[in-house]
């Protein structure tokens, strides 16, 4: 059974950094693409960012290139994404996901979400 587990959202200032977590379990971890998603109030769910399963190849969302960064340890089954000169339209609750199939990059279907972890950055 897939497992994502989302940590390190919290409140921070317009400008600041943080940095997300997500530790998953229940398969090989390093075979699998790996991506992170947003939500904010009223809106959809949109794509942020993805790590291709061995760590080469990333891909961003337009709005936060240059900003943020995923990246993953297969070591520690855990992907990060760094998110720096955060802005108040960065607000949103951030979930991990990942594919049902190996080796597939891009991903067209994330299979597996995490329970998200709530971002809110203040103006």
């Known amino acids: 059974q897939v497992q994502l587990v989302e940590s390190g959202g919290g409140l921070v200032q317009a400008g600041g950094s943080l940095r997300l977590s997500c530790a998953a379990s229940?398969?090989?971890?390093?075979?699998?693409?790996m991506g992170w998603f947003r939500q904010a109030p009223g809106k959809e769910r949109e794509f942020v960012a993805a790590?291709?399963?061995?760590?080469?190849?990333?891909d961003y969302a337009d709005s936060v290139k240059g900003r943020f960064t995923i990246s993953r340890d297969n070591a520690k089954d855990t992907v990060y994404l760094q998110m720096n000169s955060l802005k108040p339209e960065d607000t949103a609750v951030y979930y991990c996901a990942a594919p049902g199939s190996s080796y597939d990059y891009p991903v067209k279907v994330y299979a597996y979400w995490g329970q998200g972890t709530q971002v809110t950055v203040s103006s």
């Open positions: 229940g398969r090989t971890f390093s075979r699998y693409t």
């Open positions: 790590v291709k399963w061995n760590g080469v190849s990333t």
